[in-house]
C-alpha cells in the first residue's frame, strides 16, 4: 500500500469518532432529500437519481472488482446503466491497453443486465440511441417473477465476475426478495449494493405517500437477510468514506 492510501485509510477510519463531521452529514442528508437533491444530475447525458458520493463509490468498486457482468434492478432514465456501462468499457480500454490490444466497441466483453417492471419507451430509446448502449442489455418484467429471475440467471452463468446493484421497488418485502434472488449471484470479493437503505433513517414523511418507511426499509431487509447469511457483510470502510450516501450499510461484500 502507498503512503498516500495508508493516509486514506487512516482518515476513513478517523470518521466515526467525528461527531460534528457525522452530524453536519446526517443534517445535509435529511434537507437535501427533501429538496429532491439527488435528482439534479446526469451521466453521460442520462438523468441519473444518485448522489455524487455514490457515483463515486461505484466506480470505485467497479474499478476494484473488476465484474464482467453488472446487474441492475431499477432502471429509471439510465443513468445508472449508463454509468456502469461507461465504467466496464473503460476497464476493458486498460486492459487492452497493457495488452497492446485495440477494444472494438461493437464486441463488447463486458455486460450490464438492467431489469425493471416498467422501462418507459421514451427512456428506451434513450438507452438504445446512447454510445453505450452496446454493452447494456434490458429485460422488462417485476424483478422477482420467477420468468424474470430464470433470464438473469442464464444471463449470469456465462460471467464469472458478477457485481449486483438492487434499486427498485424499496418495501422489506421486496427487497429481501430480490436479495435471496440476486445476492448469490454475486462473486466472491465482490459486492451486493442494495440502494435506499437511507429511507430507514430519515422521518416517515420524507417518503411521502409511497408504501415503505422506517422499520419497511431495504435496510431493515438487508438486517433479515444478513442474519442468516454470513457470506456477506457490510463494509463499514465505504460508509465511514461516503457519509453522505442513500445507502448507508448498504455495500456488501461477499466474503465466501
Request: net charge negative; charged share 25%.
Amino acid at each position: 500500500m502507498s503512503d498516500f492510501a495508508k493516509e486514506v485509510e487512516a482518515r476513513v477510519a478517523a470518521v466515526p469518532a467525528n461527531k460534528d463531521l457525522n452530524d453536519s452529514a446526517a443534517q445535509f442528508m435529511r434537507t437535501s432529500i427533501a429538496s429532491q437533491y439527488s435528482y439534479n444530475y446526469f451521466w453521460l447525458g442520462r438523468p441519473i437519481i444518485q448522489y455524487p458520493q455514490d457515483m463515486v463509490a461505484m466506480q470505485e468498486l467497479i474499478w476494484a472488482v473488476k465484474p464482467d457482468l453488472i446487474i441492475e434492478t431499477g432502471i429509471a432514465h439510465g443513468g445508472s446503466l449508463i454509468l456502469n456501462a461507461s465504467m466496464l468499457a473503460l476497464l476493458e480500454l486498460s486492459e487492452a491497453a497493457e495488452k497492446g490490444e485495440m477494444v472494438d466497441p461493437a464486441k463488447p466483453k463486458r455486460k450490464v443486465l438492467g431489469i425493471d417492471i416498467d422501462i418507459r419507451a421514451h427512456n428506451k430509446a434513450a438507452i438504445e440511441a446512447h454510445p453505450m448502449a452496446s454493452r447494456i442489455e434490458m429485460i422488462q418484467g417485476s424483478s422477482t417473477a420467477p420468468e424474470i429471475v430464470e433470464q438473469v440467471r442464464k444471463v449470469a452463468a456465462d460471467y464469472s465476475r458478477v457485481l449486483v446493484s438492487l434499486d427498485s421497488n424499496h418495501t422489506h418485502a421486496h427487497v429481501l426478495e430480490e436479495l435471496n434472488l440476486y445476492a448469490p449471484l454475486t462473486s466472491v470479493g465482490s459486492y451486493c449494493v442494495v440502494f435506499d437503505t437511507v429511507v430507514e433513517d430519515l422521518p416517515k414523511e420524507l417518503s411521502g405517500d409511497r408504501p415503505w418507511g422506517p422499520g419497511d426499509s431495504p435496510k431493515s431487509a438487508v438486517a433479515e437477510y444478513l442474519k442468516v447469511h454470513p457470506e456477506f457483510e457490510v463494509d463499514q470502510s465505504i460508509d465511514n468514506k461516503l457519509l453522505i450516501t442513500v445507502a448507508p450499510g448498504g455495500y456488501l461484500k461477499r466474503l465466501s
